[in-house]
């Protein structure tokens, strides 16, 4: 099992910057993809930003320049740097991951580990 505990979620005006951490505990595995899904009020889970364990990056249109995903091994943690944020971006943010062959899927189906999400929300 995997547990996974979001943070840095909050309030901020738009074109302002958040930095979105997943501490990641339990079962470790060597190959994996994580990500960043986000879900808006009446809206479906849509994917932001995943990783693969080689550190392979990939963002959704929507976030292409202004979001980055990073990982930290060493501190098994997982980070969303959301900068110029617009009020669309308001959502809740969850943090994913699957056990993988190293590659990553779109689909919130292919992750099995989900954290408890925390909001953001950006004014205009």
């Known amino acids: 099992q995997v547990q996974l505990v979001e943070s840095g979620g909050g309030s901020v005006q738009a074109g302002g910057s958040l930095r979105l951490s997943c501490a990641a505990s339990?079962?470790?595995?060597?190959?994996?993809?994580m990500g960043w899904f986000r879900q808006g009020s009446g809206k479906e889970r849509e994917g932001v930003a995943v990783?693969?364990?080689?550190?392979?990056?990939s963002y959704a249109d929507s976030v292409k320049g202004r979001f980055t995903i990073s990982q930290d091994n060493a501190k098994s943690t997982l980070y969303l740097q959301m900068d110029s944020l617009k009020p669309e971006d308001s959502a809740m943010y969850f943090c994913?991951?699957?056990?993988?062959?190293?590659?990553?899927?779109?689909?919130?189906?292919?992750?099995?580990?989900w954290g408890q999400g925390t909001q953001v929300t950006v004014s205009s």
């Open positions: 990783i693969t364990s080689g550190g392979r990056p």
């Open positions: 339990g079962q470790t595995y060597r190959s994996y993809c």
């Open positions: 994913a991951a699957a056990r993988s062959g190293g590659y990553c899927s779109w689909s919130p189906y292919f992750f099995g580990y």
